[in-house]
């Protein structure tokens, strides 16, 4: 191949001019850091939702007959300030 060189994309090797091998080295880097970066914030949403299903079935054991209901967010999270201030009244 002449002027070619073959570099792994991840999946196999492809052709790569000379003058693109710097190209697709950087774009590489690109790519794992936006991998790095899609992980991360991939974990804070896992935990977001965690948190979420931890309040729903809080709020369906609290009402009794809405096993199967989700409330609305800002609902959900009007009812925990609520249960949270009532909390923090009932402490000595």
Not at 62 to 89: C, F, I, S, T
């Amino acid at each position: 191949m002449d002027g070619m060189r073959q570099l792994f994309d991840g999946g196999g090797l492809v052709p790569v001019a000379k003058g693109d091998a710097r190209m697709v080295m950087q774009l590489a880097e690109v790519n794992e850091r936006l991998r790095a970066e899609n992980a991360e914030v991939q974990g804070t949403l896992d935990r977001i939702w965690a948190a979420d299903q931890r309040a729903i079935k809080a709020w369906q054991i609290a009402n009794p007959g809405n096993e199967l209901v989700w409330p609305d967010r800002a609902q959900l999270v009007g009812w925990l300030l609520d249960r949270a201030a009532a909390a923090e009244g009932a402490q000595p």
